[in-house]
Structures are given as structure tokens and as C-alpha cells.
């Protein structure tokens, strides 16, 4: 590996001023874990370690790392036009994706809004459930429900419907008027579940008593995530989401999907919505738009929803609302050839053909030290760890680093390990994941 020399080392006091996101920043500089490159299945160290990425970079690389029609497409676009602006100007490469992004989508959701990340697709949507309300008449829909667990990103909006104590505490009072769903994660009923879990449909009843409580009359939205991904991958039980869209249906209440993981072949489809068979009014994506590459997110809504703005003088803006990057040239070039290339290679397909092989290997951890749990759905999966008595999350974070240390990543989030792997991964690599966990698991106190 020439490119990877020593100048790639960086001191401890140039560690020093950037302050890294969702890190322990003290612990980090002090071993830092430095990636310098990507290809395929593999990042490499700054030491020249060849790392199995069990995870798509942050579950977002689906169609793996560096692809050189997504990398060209991006070349090509920065030499052509770097930045077009967003407001009341248009490049056609944002209605190019827009329509590939609908041409994919279920059912009636045939707009697209962009952003550039999921926590600005969420907050997007929370914003367009409440002002549809409004310009229906019905104003007084101002009430958000999400759901514990739920993970939404990071902006105002997605702590406040977001449902992990940690990334709430910090941070005042966020958004008043917003309630939450009981998560469904439920180790009695459900461990070792293989897709699905039997146990929990009910549970999306509970919608109908917070709109005992509140009244239909005040509640705009719901927003969960199919598939509960940050929180430590929780699947939804059967008949779960089919509940909560008859009942926010019954009540005029719009059902959002947060499909920032699920979205773009994770689960073996498109979009979790297919999978599931069940139609939001909203769908907020990221990550796998553009395969990770160039940052997007993006917000699909229903022709109802949209069309409901298109009133008043044609030459009135209809939504006070967006970003100087929505759209950005760069990120439309990326979205285009990756949506092009997962067509090419039947990427959703080959996740779902993949799916079997990928819950034999996770579930051949049954009875591993230390794990009380696996789930899985298309190439997404978590293995729940007791934790040690005292420390939660301690033993999750050393499996990781354990791992990291033999080559494989994979991620953890408190005492769950996930493993989301590009959606051309090889079965003999899964095999090296689940080997590694296991040695990792066996010498783990
Ligand atoms: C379901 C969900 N929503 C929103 C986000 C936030 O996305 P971003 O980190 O791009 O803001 C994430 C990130 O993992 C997510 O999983």
C-alpha cells in the first residue's frame, strides 16, 4: 500500500481541534482509529490494515465503497457545475433524481423534497405535517407523537419525537407538544426472533389512547422507523405498523416513516414501506441515496400533500422552508449513478437473495458468551449483550474495538452490536464477521 505512509500520522496536538461528533473525543486522540481509504467491502488504516466494513460506513455505503460509476458521475459534475442555487433556480439534475427517487417509491408518494441529511429530512417532514395541516384548515394538528428509542437525528425536531434519553437530556425542553409510543423491544417475548417478531402488534394501540388523551383534533403526525436502527435494531412485530396506519389513518393523523436506514436495499426492497406493505404519507431517506458519497437526505410526500400547497397566486411560495444545498449538484450526480447502479447490479434483489444466509450466519451466534438476543431483517441485524453488572454499554464498546483490532466493523450501540454490511457483500465475508464476533465474545470478560 504506497498511499499509506507516515505522514498520514498525525501528532496528538493536531487530534486536538476538531471536536468529532457522537465520540469520546478523550478516549479517541488518545488511540485513534484512522481511515484512509475505501474499496468495495474494505476500508484500509492509516497503518495499512485492511478492514471488512460490516457496516457501510454508517449504514449508508450500500453499494459499497468508492464505485467507480458513482465516483466518476461525482468528477464529472464538479467540473461541470459545482453549485447551482436552490431557491427559485432549478439544474436538471434534481428533477432527474427526484423522478428516479418516485419512479422507486410506493404507491402515491410521488414527490420528493431534499435536504442533505436524514436529520434535516426529519425535521423537513415534521415541518410539512404541520403546515399541511394548517393550510387544510386544520391548524390545530400541532402535537408530534414519536416513539422511545426511536432515533431521528440530531436536530431539534428529531430529539424531541426521538426517543433515547441521551441525546435528549442535554438539551432543554426541545419541541413542547410531543408525545411518544412505547418501543416495542421486548427480550421475554421475542428473543432469537428470525424477521419479524410474533409478540407486539397490540402495542401500536397505544396511539389510540394517546388520542384519547389529546384529541384527533390536536395531533399532526406520527414518525417512526420500520426498523429501529441506532437504537440497537429493533424489528417491528407483525402486524405492527399495518396497526399504527389504521389507526393514524382513522384519525387524520399523517404516519411517517423514518426510512433513513431502511430505505434503498437495506431490507431487501427499495423502501421498508414495501417490505412491510404498508404505506406512510411521508418517507424521510439519507444515507443510501447516494450511497453515502456526497451528503443527502430528502423527504418523499404524497401527491395529496403536496398538492394540497399548490394553492393560492401561482407566483407565491408555497413552503418557507429549505436549504442552500437542497439538491446540490454534486449530491443529484451522486444520488443519479447510484440509484443507476443499484439498478444495474438488482442490488435490492441481491440483498434479498442475500437475507437467509445473512440471518444463518447471525443466528450461528445463538449461545455465543454473553449474547442474550439476535435480530435480524434483509442485511440488517443486532446481537444484544448482557451487560456487565454496573457498566451498560462497557461490553458493547470493547466487542466493537475488539473487533475493529481483528479487521472486522461493525458497531455498537450501548450492549447491542449491528452489523449492516454494502449490499454486495459476499457470503464468505459474512462468515469472517460472525467468526470474529464470536472470538471476539469468547475472550470477552
Ligand atoms: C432513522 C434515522 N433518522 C435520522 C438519522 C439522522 O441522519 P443524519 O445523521 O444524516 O442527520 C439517522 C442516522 O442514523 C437515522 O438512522
Redesign the pocket.
Known sequence: MTILSDQLQLAPAELDSYWMPFTANRQFKAAPRMLVKAEGMYYWTAHGRRILDGFAG??CCNAGHCRKPIVEAIQKQAATMDYAPAFQMGHPLAFELSNRIVELAPGKLDHTFFCN??????DSALKIALAWHRVRGEGSRTRLIGRERG????GFG?ISVGGIAANRKMFGTMLTGVDHLAHTHNLEKNAYSKGQPEWGAQLADELERLVVLHDASTIAAVIV?PVA??TGVLIPPKGYLQRLREITKKHGILLIF?E??TAFGRLGAAFGADVYGVEPDMI?F??GVTSGTVPM?GVLVSSDIYHAFMSGPPGAIELFHGYTYSAHPLACAAGIATLQLYEDEGLFARAARMAPAFERALHSLKGARHVVDIRNQGLVGGIELAPRAGSPGARGFEAYLRCYEKNVLVRSTGDILAVAPALIVEETQLDQIVSTIREVLTALE
Do not use: F, M, P
Open positions: 454508517l449504514w441529511s436524514g436529520s434535516e429530512a426529519v432515533y431521528h437525528g440530531v428529531g422507523e436502527g441506532s423514518d433513513v436506514i424521510t439519507a444515507k437526505g
